[in-house]
Structure formats: structure tokens, C-alpha cells
């Protein structure tokens, strides 16, 4: 069974730029969560998907957009960036979109210079 | 009231103690804590959840102890081991808004010492 995986590992971007982080989730999973973690904080919620659909989101600005395959892979779009979106970006997958066992990947490292 | 509070932001154990890590949540609709283990550079893993059905599980030397009229939980890492030094974050979570969002504290860094 493969676990979630994410790409690419690290990544350094400029201040307005745009970035697409991707997201392969566990076998067998239909539904992707996204977590922004800050230095030294615990991850934030930025939003799940479901069978392709937006299934609820947090508090992130709409410069925050996703994607989910059919296969269930996702991706992660952030348009603008600013210093502030420094940070380790997590994806996490789950069986259902009610389903409360999720499995992080390793994450991949946003620095915005 | 989204909030998991948890402590102590540091905590160091020797070899062979007893490590206590403490969090409490105000929102009385959670219905799911989970534990994650995260090493540097690395994501998140699993390492025990409870539901409020319970006051206690417990996964080899990893305990899980809950309090719900206090709205507190714990967790209990006996015999902690060198390999055990890590950051540890609570989270709860709540189906009732028709999707799983977990909210994490704010981790405690474990160092056992040799």
C-alpha cells in the first residue's frame, strides 16, 4: 500500500509569483486535505476535497485555489505569493470526506524570497 | 472556540521516565482526538486517537487519557526512549460541518535524554 505522497520536497519562489504544489494520496482514499504549517506552529486547515469538489475550506484567501483528479490526486494553487505563505505545506488523505483518520504526506517546503 | 490549547511548549525526560503532554478544546462538538508524531522535515504520522466513548486507550507505551466534562486530554509516552524526541501535536476534529478539519495545538518539542 502507498502512502500519500507530495511533490516537489522543497521549492523558492519570489514574492508574486504564482505555485502549484501536487499531491498523490493513499491507495484506496477518495478524499484530500490541505494544511499550511508555519515555523514552529501546528498545521492550519486550508481546505478538503471530495470526489473532485471543494468540500469545505478555512480561513485562507481565495489566492488559496485547489484541484482533485479523477484518480484523486490533487494540486494546490497559490496565486500572489506573499512572505507569509513561507511554509511547510501538508496533504493529507482519508477514505471519506466524513472519514476522521487522516494520513499526512511529508510535505513540501514554500520559501517566498 | 475552534481552539486546542496545548502544553508545555517544551519538555524534557530522561531515558526510561514518564513523558505528560497536556491539551484541552473548548468546542464540545469535537468528537475525534488524534496524536501526531513529526520529526524534522517530515510530515505528521498517527500515533493514537481517541473518542469521547472513552477515557482511556492505550498503544504500547502510548496512553491516551480523556476527560470530557473537563474537556481535557492527554497523552502518556511511558518509558520514553531516545528515538521518542520529536514535536507531538493534539488535534480534534468534528464531522457535524459535513467535512473532517483538524485542529491542531500548537506542539510540544520532546527531548529524551540519553
Not at chain 1, 468540500?55 to 484567501?61: E, I, Q
Not at chain 1, 512572505?83 to 499526512?104: H, K, N, P, V, W
Not at chain 2, 473548548?26 to 469521547?52: C, H, M, V
Request: glycine residues 10%; charged residues 15%; aromatic residues 12%.
Amino acid at each position: 500500500e502507498t502512502g500519500v505522497t507530495q511533490s516537489p520536497t522543497h521549492l523558492i519562489k519570489t514574492r508574486g509569483q504564482q505555485v502549484t504544489l501536487r499531491c498523490s494520496s493513499q491507495s484506496g482514499h477518495n478524499t484530500v486535505s490541505w494544511y499550511q504549517q508555519a515555523l514552529g506552529q501546528g498545521p492550519q486547515f486550508i481546505f478538503q476535497y471530495y470526489r473532485e469538489e471543494e468540500n469545505g475550506r478555512g480561513n485562507f484567501p481565495p489566492r488559496f485555489s485547489g484541484l482533485q483528479f479523477p484518480n484523486y490526486s490533487s494540486e494546490l494553487n497559490v496565486n500572489a505569493l506573499e512572505l507569509d505563505d513561507s511554509a511547510l505545506y501538508l496533504c493529507a488523505s482519508s477514505e471519506g470526506r466524513l472519514t476522521d483518520t487522516q494520513y499526512f504526506g511529508p510535505g513540501t517546503r514554500l520559501t517566498v524570497l | 472556540q475552534q481552539q486546542v490549547k496545548q502544553s508545555p511548549q517544551s519538555l524534557i525526560v530522561q531515558k526510561g521516565g514518564i513523558s505528560i503532554i497536556n491539551c484541552a478544546y473548548e468546542n464540545t462538538a469535537f468528537d475525534y482526538f488524534p496524536w501526531y508524531q513529526q520529526f524534522p522535515g517530515k510530515g505528521p504520522a498517527l500515533l493514537i486517537a481517541i473518542r469521547p466513548d472513552v477515557s482511556e486507550k492505550k498503544e504500547g507505551r502510548f496512553t491516551i487519557s480523556f476527560n470530557k466534562s473537563a474537556k481535557q486530554f492527554s497523552l502518556h509516552i511511558m518509558d520514553s526512549q531516545p528515538g521518542d524526541s520529536a514535536t507531538y501535536f493534539c488535534a480534534a476534529s468534528s464531522g457535524n460541518t459535513g467535512f473532517q478539519k483538524l485542529v491542531f495545538g500548537t506542539g510540544t518539542r520532546l527531548l529524551v535524554s540519553p
